[in-house]
């Protein structure tokens, strides 16, 4: 996933969920994430594209691309998983890593692409453009997945479900209807359908669904219908597990069970002008999610232009910069945008849809999903 993990637990079973922990994110970036492992689904599907048989999805791969889409369609395109053709053809990870590329000119500066280029790509981008029927997945053709934006945020929700997992159904039932203001009402437990329902406030843990859009949730089983999975863990449920602390993928940060002494637990984030110490310190419950997007990795800059990975699904540029030759100031011009819930994967991409759309409409969509969002401007200013 091209990032650096780290997991800082503690209690007695922390050492076998770092082991663990640790296999669970090379698994999952090379068996499903990865574009670039030939092997894992993501690449397998991409390979497809064109094809009109399409392509056969797992059960997880399925579950994870509808609950994308479902965001890419809450967000109306501004995140959008369909961008890999634009993502190659900016290659800003490979110039950031000093690789070979023809991004790079023998100066050793950057080569943005054309806009011709930049057309092109476009047309071969649109989450519209995918469906998903039967169990299998039909791209057109050209047509690249990127789940880049998510996968962080994804291993997070998997962390969850790896260290709630083994816990007895009747533990997690019991713990549920105790902690009733978790969800915000009264317990109704049935057997309820959940289709046609509005999820989009929904949370899921261990197959169950939770409706939490009036006063009462009601736990309906199983859940496969869901538009997308919040997987929410109550903090006691994770402390349950034996293990608490926090879990880091880059700038995604899931806060695991309650310390010791009541106290929430502190999530720095990262200085994106270069300072060795965070920017702002967040004080975190247990159980939630920090996914925060900035426009300082993965990034170059030509002249008075900053070239970054946050690509703008709408215009084929770099979200938010003068690079599409819009006039931005520096009070206006977004760094980081750091999004504060209980799914991690939600976070990742408001993080990224929020960075793209701006504060006004950013702020909205978080507050549609019962999301925080805190925006970093380059004159320094913090606005939440």
Known sequence: MGTVFQFSLEGNTAASYTERLGHLATDLDRDLLSWREPAAQIARINASAGRPEGY???????????????IC??????????????TKLWDLDAYAAGEETERRAKDGSYVPPTPAQIREALTCCG????????????LPEGMSLDLGAVGKGYFLNRAQMEMTGELPDAYVRQILEE??????????????????NDVSGNSVFKGYSFDVTGNDFTIFTPAPKLAYHAYAADADLLNAAGAAGCISAGGSVLTVGKKTDGGAWNVGITDPFGGSAPVQILQVPGGMCVSTSGDYERAARVGETLYHHILDPGTGYPARTN???YTVSEDQRPVSVTVLCRDGLLADALSTACFVLGEEEGKGLAERFGAEVMYLYADGRFSR
């Open 56 to 70: 056969p999805l797992t059960e997880e791969t399925e579950a994870l691309l509808l609950s994308c889409l479902a």
């Open 127 to 138: 989450y519209e453009k995918v469906r998903i029927a039967d169990h299998h997945i039909y």
């Open 73 to 86: 369609q809450e967000t109306e395109g501004a995140f959008d998983i369909t961008l890999g053709a634009l």
């Open 323 to 325: 690079a599409a030759g």
């Open 179 to 196: 902690e009733k203001g978790f969800f915000g009402g009264s317990a109704d437990i049935s057997g309820n359908d959940i289709s046609g």
